[in-house]
């Protein structure tokens, strides 16, 4: 059988690297001795350049941090910018921003720890100096930074928002290192906001789903430029195969809701702790439903365990306490969803309203018809195709509503697909065909289940390992 290619999205953060040095007076401050000034870490490209595009536009004068001299100066050609070079983990860089910030006699308002790079493989044969360079840029790269200007900013009593990820709350496969750094990034941001409330400084997180970044094309540059290469003895095979979608990631959204996060906080009355900001509700869904699993099992068979009502008075006790948010409140706003839920109804209700049966969704290019062949969905999935869905639309892994049913082994939707002229020959990005994914013995196949079950199970998707040995054999005799 051919090598397949994960077919699901992995929840990773679009976070850029640069680092930073303090480049000319291109701004005096007398001319904006008005604006209060930011300095952020990690501008050149994704979050931190679509946050100082929209700071430098909304009132602030923005110090921001980059390393190549042709980044540098196109943000000193931007109104209310200059640029500093500062590199998060070289000390001396950091110290002399400092000196540069203080000269320019405006103080500093806020902090933005947005500087941060991505590493990708499997724990146990990551290198240690891989380990060491990740957790030296997004995690001391934040320490240093905040510790260097703290006196700044309580001055000022001003405020500090951390650049973590939604991987700062779940983590999966092949990500873990990258999470670790955001785990960590999440627990240093708890810390510093109870240890500086009482200088009235504001402490907050931000974390960001998949948005476009060059986060991912920097790490594949690092790994190329040390030579790298599949272990003959690995596991896992190349991680680079992993990899879904362009390097630029220019499937996803532009970074504005970020940013636009970012300047809320700034500027808000009463600052939040957490902004998480995806955009999509299915990754809200993951991310909220790995910090309810957790919450699950830290509760489960512990001596002081709550019951289900306690648990649910507390959660309403929480949200009571959030403004921004009332029990009871619920939506379904889009036939993805519904799909994915199952809600034959609701998806009625779409294709009676002319909603587009065969519209993508942001997370992964996905039809209704394909999520509903993910989750097993099987009346949602036959009212999808006789109201005229596309049995063999892509999405963005090049995987058909055909593929994933054959994968997850939902024998129903698979008659069904092929009854409706679903092509049994197209291939996805990995060159298989819906045949190859159920062709080999089940064991073979386990690590991508494992997988995929851990990515999805928060929207709700069960694997039964013991039906998929009985089932991927006839599967496969059905699509011969």
């Known amino acids: 059988m051919k090598k397949t290619r994960l077919t699901a999205v992995v929840a990773m953060a679009a976070l850029t690297?640069?680092?930073?040095?303090?480049?000319?007076?291109?701004?005096?401050?007398?001319?904006?001795?008005?604006?209060?000034a930011v300095l952020i870490t990690g501008t050149s490209s994704g979050i931190g350049r679509r946050m100082t595009e929209v700071l430098s536009e909304n009132g602030f004068f923005v110090y921001a941090g980059a390393r190549k001299p042709d980044d540098l100066k196109?943000?000193?050609?931007?109104?209310?910018?200059?640029?500093?070079?500062?590199?998060?983990?070289?000390?001396?860089?950091?110290?002399?921003?400092?000196?540069?910030?203080?000269?320019?006699?405006?103080?500093?308002?806020?902090?933005?720890?947005?500087?941060?790079?991505?590493?990708?493989?499997?724990?146990?044969?990551?290198?240690?100096?891989?380990?060491?360079?990740?957790?030296?840029v997004n995690l001391m790269g934040p320490y240093r930074v905040t510790k260097a200007f703290a006196d700044l900013i309580i001055e000022s009593k001003g405020r500090i928002m951390n650049v973590t990820s939604i991987a700062g709350i779940v983590s999966g496969p092949f990500g873990g290192v990258y999470s670790v750094s955001k785990h960590g990034l999440e627990a240093y941001t708890d810390t510093l906001a109870v240890e500086l409330a009482g200088f009235g400084v504001a402490v907050a997180a931000v974390e960001p789903g998949n948005y476009k970044s060059q986060i991912l094309a920097s790490m594949v540059e690092r790994m190329k430029a040390k030579g790298y290469a599949p272990k003959e003895n690995s596991r896992y095979g190349s991680m680079l195969e992993l990899i879904p979608g362009p390097l630029d990631r220019s499937q996803y959204k532009e970074p504005d809701e970020v940013a636009q996060a970012a300047l809320a906080f700034l500027t808000s009355d009463s600052p939040k702790r957490r902004y998480m900001v995806v955009p999509n509700r299915a990754e809200a869904a993951i991310t909220i439903g790995g910090a309810i699993q957790e919450l699950v099992q830290l509760n489960e068979d512990q001596e002081y365990s709550f019951n289900r009502d306690e648990l649910i008075r507390m959660l309403d006790e929480a949200m009571a306490r959030s403004p921004s948010l009332s029990v009871g409140d619920s939506t379904t706003d889009s036939i993805h969803e519904a799909a994915r839920n199952g809600d034959l109804k609701e998806v009625r209700r779409h294709i009676n309203a002319g909603s587009n049966v065969n519209e993508k969704d942001p997370f992964n290019g996905s039809s209704p018809l394909i999520i509903a062949a993910v989750f097993g969905r099987t009346e949602v999935a036959k009212a999808l195709i006789e109201a005229g869905s596309d049995v063999d639309q892509a999405n963005n892994d090049g995987s058909t509503a055909l593929h994933v049913a054959a994968?997850?082994?939902?024998?129903?939707?698979?008659?069904?697909?092929l009854e409706n002229g679903a092509d049994k020959n197209v291939k996805n990005n990995a060159g298989s065909t819906a045949l190859d994914l159920v062709s080999g013995p089940f064991e073979s196949m386990k690590g991508t289940y494992d997988f995929l079950g851990n990515i999805l199970k928060p929207l709700g998707l069960e694997l039964d390992y013991d039906e998929f040995r009985v089932t991927r054999p006839k599967i496969a005799e059905m699509l011969k």
Request: net charge negative; aromatic share 4%; with cysteine.
């Open 17 to 36: 690297w640069t680092s930073v040095a303090v480049a000319q007076d291109v701004n005096s401050p007398a001319e904006h001795d008005e604006m209060r």
């Open 74 to 136: 196109r943000l000193d050609a931007m109104p209310n910018v200059k640029s500093i070079r500062l590199d998060v983990t070289i000390q001396s860089e950091i110290d002399a921003a400092v000196e540069l910030v203080k000269s320019e006699g405006r103080g500093l308002y806020g902090l933005i720890n947005n500087a941060g790079v991505s590493v990708m493989g499997p724990l146990i044969e990551t290198p240690e100096e891989d380990v060491d360079f990740l957790l030296d």
């Open 407 to 417: 994968l997850f082994c939902h024998t129903d939707i698979v008659d069904a697909l």
